[in-house]
């Protein structure tokens, strides 16, 4: 019996609209426009040079989501987007027809760029759709080509290729922008001017489709792609609300923990596996390639250098939005307070044999270096949530909020117990915390907040021990709530034992 092919799966991050949004959609415009004017331009699995593009349903799937339209108005719902797979998936074919639909359907005086991270980048969507237009008699009666640009004469519309010299962009109008392997891209600087740019345009869209790649650039800050990423998943998961953005990323479901050898998890990052991409090369490659290189360019999986705190998957797994807190139940609350820049938590833990977290509360502001918390409304938070539970304890780490944690404990009478961050406190704490998420003996309540500063902590190993860091010390991945929740796992442990079994305390002082 011959071998099953492996099963493609949806995308694991989209954004979808609503069934009105693509009823209205120009989706189908789109997708007929390509397979009745764009043709393959290299002989590859897809078909033979000339040959008319036939798009797969998962293209067309993507395309009337990409291009729905508001049910209430008909404008077009998304105006940035970020489109992830793995190389060979038909991302440039894709990108190149896009183009040419802006250049021909986005009215008169359109202004359609290929950007890139270098010039020879950019060129590779720009040629390919350049090609398409020579291969095909109704595009090049219409188009007319130059060295550097096309132009459709008749509406004075323009395609022309950028690179990412952002510095002389600046005075363009862009109508439909194609971001070809954005994570190449050395900074923010081409994407905001070309997302702001833009403004002046009825239905502009600004489109990054992309391969993973490296998270920090040179300076060590997120790289635009990741960053974007990073907000996509935000969105999907309604942490932060921006209709306007579309977001579609393929990866495997398993994600670190995910064997990148199994051709199922080939099949679920690879939309196009056997049909645009061949099979075989994932076979004959994954053998000599490094498992970094083959995650990122064939999984689509943001690998680091940096080891993850927790295996990927365990946290997951831990959560159980089904576990109610009431009045009665002993808890107690970690608060981590951040001075400038940085995010303020707080998480709860219940005291009780299989400690359950939920996050109280987090303030913080992702897109401002200088952000600074408001001191009166975290204390006034804390007030209210001593209310609302059955509070044993309030640990905090004192360094910049004594004043604070003095008020709290005299004004507000409540049981404040300082928790300095020493690495002898810390070490055993994580010990603990990573092997009982593990092995499965606390539960959470799923907060994407929570799951999202867990996932930035990355390990850091000496002489001294094993704990959980930022990955830089000017990264803007905030951790601050993984950290709360160690430290309240740690507290809620600490009561919950016997006298006998408690270990010694380290440097507690109680207010």
Known sequence: MPARKPARTAPRWLTKPTPAELKRSDGDDVIEFIETYCRITKDTVAGRVGELIVLHEWQKDLLRALYARRARDGRRRFRQALIGMPRKNGKSAVGAGLALYGL???????????????????????????????????????????????????????????????????????????????????????WNVMTLGSGARIDPLVLGITTAGSRTDSLGQDTICYRLYQHGRRVVEKEVDDPTFFFCWWEPKGGAEADHRDPNVWAEANPGLSTIVDIEDFKSTVVRTSEAEYRTKRCNQWVVAAESALPHGTWDRCADSSVEVTIDDPVVMFFDGAWAGDSTALVAATVTETPHLFVVDCWENLDDAEYRVNIAEVEARILEAARQFQVIEIACDPYRWQRSLQYLANEGGLPIVEYPMSLARIIPAWQAFSEAVVDKRLTHDGDPRLARHVENMVLKRDSRGVRPVKESKSSRRHIDLGICAMGAHDRALHHFQSPAQKRPEVSVIVL
């Open 104 to 190: 021909l359907a986005d009215g008169e005086g359109a202004e359609v760029y290929s950007c890139a991270g270098d010039r020879e980048q950019a060129r590779i969507v720009h040629s390919m759709a350049r090609r398409m237009c020579e291969l095909d008699p109704f595009l090049s009666e219409m188009v007319k080509p130059y060295r550097d640009a096309l132009e459709v004469p008749s509406t004075g519309s323009i395609y022309r290729c950028l690179s990412s010299e952002a510095f002389t962009k600046e005075g363009l109008s862009a109508s439909t922008v194609i971001f070809d392997e954005l994570h190449v891209q050395p900074n923010s600087e081409l």
